[in-house]
Nanobody, 121 residues
Framework: QVQLVESGGGTVQAGGSLRLSCAAS????????MGWYRQAAGNQRELVAD???????NYADSVKGRFTISRDNAKNTVYLQMNSLKPEDTAVYYC???????????????WGQGTQVTVSS
């Protein structure tokens, strides 16, 4: 089994910071990319940031300059440092990993359970 466990969500005042963490564990052969998505109430899921293995980071325009994504490949962990948070950032944040497990021959998207981030004004 492959499992993604998220932590770091919570409630902060506008202008504050949070750091999200997500660790992938289980029978993992290789990871193509890890990233963060979010879904606000009444909205579609959207990409916040991702970081492909050996590739360049990608950010949604709405978070550029405020959020930073990073990875610890040895621990199969991805982080999202969120600074200067705005009420518009309020959403459920989902960790994503596109990876190949040891028991399935194709790459597949795995998702964390989601963590609530609430930014109050």
């Amino acid at each position: 089994q492959v499992q993604l466990v998220e932590s770091g969500g919570g409630t902060v005042q506008a202008g504050g910071s949070l750091r999200l963490s997500c660790a992938a564990s289980g029978s993992i052969d290789s990871i193509h990319a890890m990233g963060w998505y979010r879904q606000a109430a009444g909205n579609q899921r959207e990409l916040v940031a991702d970081i492909p293995t050996g590739g360049s980071t990608n950010y949604a325009d709405s978070v550029k300059g405020r959020f930073t994504i990073s990875r610890d490949n040895a621990k199969n962990t991805v982080y999202l440092q969120m600074n200067s948070l705005k009420p518009e950032d309020t959403a459920v944040y989902y960790c994503n990993a596109n990876l190949k497990s040891s028991y399935f021959k194709y790459f597949y998207d795995y998702w964390g359970q989601g963590t609530q981030v609430t930014v109050s004004s």
